[in-house]
Nanobody, 122 residues
Framework: QVDLVESGGGLVQPGGSLRLSCKAS????????MGWYRQAPGKQREWVAI?????????ADSVKGRFTVSRDRDSAKNTVYLQMNSLKTEDTAVYYC??????????????WGQGTQVTVSS
């Protein structure tokens, strides 16, 4: 059993900043990619950012230059962060953590967090 638990969401004014965290815990042998998706009301879930197993990062065009994804590789922490700056109203969404995790020599699966609400509003 693996859990991904997000935190750090909330209400912020346009132009403000928030930092999301997502900690993976449970029966983990190895964590590969860790990243973030978001889903705005009435829209499909979309990919936001990812930190690959080799440390490289990629971003959706809509957040490039404003968001920064990073990962704490300490096995005791297993945490991915999303620093969000210069927030816009269109960033309002539920943000989900996503990770590719090996739980046994035979099993490597994708896991999702429960989501954390980010609201950008004046």
């Amino acid at each position: 059993q693996v859990d991904l638990v997000e935190s750090g969401g909330g209400l912020v004014q346009p132009g403000g900043s928030l930092r999301l965290s997502c900690k993976a815990s449970g029966n983990i042998l190895n964590i590969y990619n860790m990243g973030w998706y978001r889903q705005a009301p009435g829209k499909q879930r979309e990919w936001v950012a990812i930190v690959l197993a080799d440390g490289h990062t990629n971003y959706a065009d809509s957040v490039k230059g404003r968001f920064t994804v990073s990962r704490d590789r300490d096995s005791a922490k297993n945490t991915v962060y999303l620093q969000m700056n210069s927030l816009k109203t269109e960033d309002t969404a539920v943000y989900y953590c996503n990770s590719d995790i090996r739980i046994s020599p035979e099993s490597r699966e994708e896991y999702w967090g429960q989501g954390t609400q980010v609201t950008v509003s004046s």
